[in-house]
């Protein structure tokens, strides 16, 4: 195909999802310098491509549009784009890249359910949910692209979001070396346990480190985090007062990030920040953080067992049924995981270790 000019990619899902999804953008961007390349996420999802040097536009629809913001988003992209492409295998955002590109592609679920979507697509590939990683799933459409892969997971700030987090900073004192600590997910199945996360802290400090907290606007993330914080002599507690783009430029600057399976983890890792990754009965081989500077071409991670590579460490919970791939121990997300809470601070205080003296 000719270079196109007008590039869509559509990601509508989680936040972590839009970040894994920049490898391909940077791809396509280094391919085809010259063409114009806009994002269609959900509202809400935003702020993580809002500094992305590669993308010329965010469009954001509702996760549940009414008829009438469905209309106006069809309005807006129908055949604007020379190229299409849906990182998404379900229905809507197929449609979105059908509709959306003169050219377009996507990945489908190859089974009876799902084939008729190849029908809306020039060209798909296999959407594999068990063992390719996210990134190289999403690649596979440079692939299809004869386009080469770009592996660079992009978290990106401009000058104003340096600016406030050098203002923040600034008004805590702060001028220690620091350790940034990611205490709450959106989900309870992905959490650690409260004296965990104390005696973490506490090594950390007894280190030298100084303790910086980020955290969603979200009231019950805020009350959480202060909750902890109040037990954490000397914190500083950003919670609520940084976007995406400025927790990216903080998270560079830390000499260690512990937190665990959300995206401000994947943003670490991305980074090259020294990076303890918490996780439970998420899969690692679909969706560990992908290490500054790996270029594939296999999945980074193992489904089963702690690891190490490049920047990461990734402590599993120490259960046997870890990573069971389900949402918590009762199935579902308000629920917790054994394998989390009984996962002891030593583990990961024997990984800060090692990443801070560099022995590992």
């Known amino acids: 195909m000719m270079p196109p000019r007008r590039v869509l990619v559509v990601v509508t899902r989680r936040i972590g999802d839009v970040l894994l999804a920049t490898p391909l953008i940077r791809s396509l961007q280094r391919a085809w310098p010259q063409a114009c ?73 190859d089974t009876p359910q799902h084939r008729w979507k190849k029908w809306l697509l020039n060209r798909w590939a296999a959407f594999d949910n068990l063992k390719m990683h996210t990134v190289l799933m999403n690649l596979k459409l440079a692939e299809l692209l004869n386009v080469p892969p770009c592996h660079e997971v992009v978290a990106a700030w401009d000058a104003a979001d340096e600016s406030h987090v050098n203002a923040l900073l600034a008004a805590h004192a702060s001028n220690r070396p620091f350790a940034v600590l990611h205490l709450y997910p959106k989900f309870n199945y992905k959490m650690w346990r409260d004296d965990a996360w104390l005696g973490c802290a506490r090594w950390l400090a007894a280190r030298g480190l100084a303790l910086v907290l980020t955290g969603s606007p979200d009231a019950i993330e805020r009350a959480y985090v202060a909750r902890l914080a109040a037990a954490m002599p000397g914190a500083i507690n950003l919670t609520g007062q940084l976007t995406l783009a400025q927790a990216a430029c903080l998270i560079a600057r830390a000499q260690l990030y512990v937190g665990p399976d959300t995206a401000l983890t994947h943003m670490a890792a991305c980074l090259g ?51 069971c791939l389900k949402e918590g121990c009762d199935r579902h997300v308000a629920s917790f995981s054994d394998c989390l809470l009984e996962l002891p601070a030593s583990r990961v205080i024997a990984a800060a270790e090692s990443l801070l003296s560099g022995t590992g």
């Open 37 to 109: 390349i806009d994002a269609l996420v959900f509202a809400g999802t935003e702020d993580m491509l809002g500094a992305n040097p590669d993308v010329r536009r965010v469009i954001t629809i509702a996760e549940r549009p009414t008829l009438g913001e469905h209309l106006a988003l069809l309005a807006r992209i129908a055949r604007r784009y020379d190229l299409a492409l849906s990182l998404v295998p379900s229905d809507r955002p197929t449609w979105y890249a059908a509709i959306a590109g003169r050219w377009c592609a996507g990945l489908v679920v």
């Open 273 to 323: 920040v020294p990076t303890i990754a918490l996780y439970g009965p998420t899969d690692p081989v679909k969706w560990g953080p992908w290490p500054r500077q790996h270029a594939g071409p296999g999945n980074p991670w193992r489904r089963v067992g702690s690891q190490a590579l490049g920047n990461v460490r990734l402590i599993q919970g120490v259960q046997a049924c870890a990573p």
